[in-house]
């Protein structure tokens, strides 16, 4: 059974940083791309950081790139997420999910997380 | 960028009525829309792939279609766990999603 287990959202200060988890299990990490999608409070999905199943290459959002960092450990089917100069705008669930296709990076999204909560205080 | 636009914003539904949300993109995206289900406080579920690829476990009641810029995603017979919100989204050209559909109950 896949499962995917964030963790590391709290309360920021605007201007901070954090460094958000997913622990997965239940298929085989390192041979799909996964992804980073957040929410804002009664708000709509927007997709924030993708990187593929070795970690060379990564895919950021506009509104992200530049401050936010995706990366992965594969020894230990981690992904991460490192963001920086946070403003209270980007106060939303955090999501991580899993690439549903083994051939391709940018695919649909098959298995998400229950998310995790990132509140940027202004 | 590509841009997603979902209609209706909001839908007011029946049990066993049949339900049909539409998904626009702003340039062709050829097949590669995908379809989720959300719920208040859940995360977002698969339904949909490839335009009409029903996902696994998927009941069949869910079918989707469309290609280039025109999509549709339909419920043949309304049921109670279906009372949602419904997001389209493009994987053409990196990710996009639509701004949603909540079916509510009429």
């Known amino acids: 059974e896949v499962q995917l287990l964030e963790s590391g959202g709290a309360l920021v200060q605007s201007g901070g940083s954090l460094t958000l988890s997913c622990a997965a299990s239940?298929?085989?990490?390192?041979?799909?791309?996964m992804t980073w999608v957040r929410q804002a409070p009664g708000k709509g999905l927007e997709w924030v950081s993708t990187v593929t199943g070795g970690g060379e290459r990564a895919y950021y959002a506009d509104s992200v790139k530049g401050r936010f960092i995706i990366s992965r450990d594969n020894s230990k089917n981690t992904l991460s997420l490192q963001m920086n100069s946070l403003g209270a705008e980007e106060t939303a669930m955090y999501y991580c999910?899993?690439?549903?296709?083994?051939?391709?990076?940018?695919?649909?999204?098959?298995?998400w997380g229950q998310g995790t909560l990132v509140t940027v205080s202004s | 960028d590509i841009q997603m636009t979902q209609s209706p914003s909001t839908l007011s539904a029946s049990v066993g009525d049949r339900v049909t949300i539409a998904c626009r993109a702003s340039?062709?995206?050829?097949?590669?829309l995908a379809w989720y289900q959300q719920k208040p406080g859940k995360a977002p579920k698969l339904l949909i792939y490839k335009a009409s690829s029903l996902e696994s476990g998927v009941p069949s009641r869910f079918s989707g279609s469309g290609s280039g810029t025109e999509f549709t995603l339909t419920i043949s017979s309304l049921q109670p766990d279906d009372f949602a919100t419904y997001y389209c989204q493009q994987y053409n050209t990196m990710w996009t999603f639509g701004q949603g559909t909540k079916v509510e109950i009429k």
């Open positions: 340039q062709s995206i050829s097949h590669w």
């Open positions: 239940g298929f085989t990490f390192n041979t799909y791309a």
């Open positions: 999910a899993k690439v549903g296709d083994t051939t391709m990076a940018i695919a649909h999204f098959d298995y």
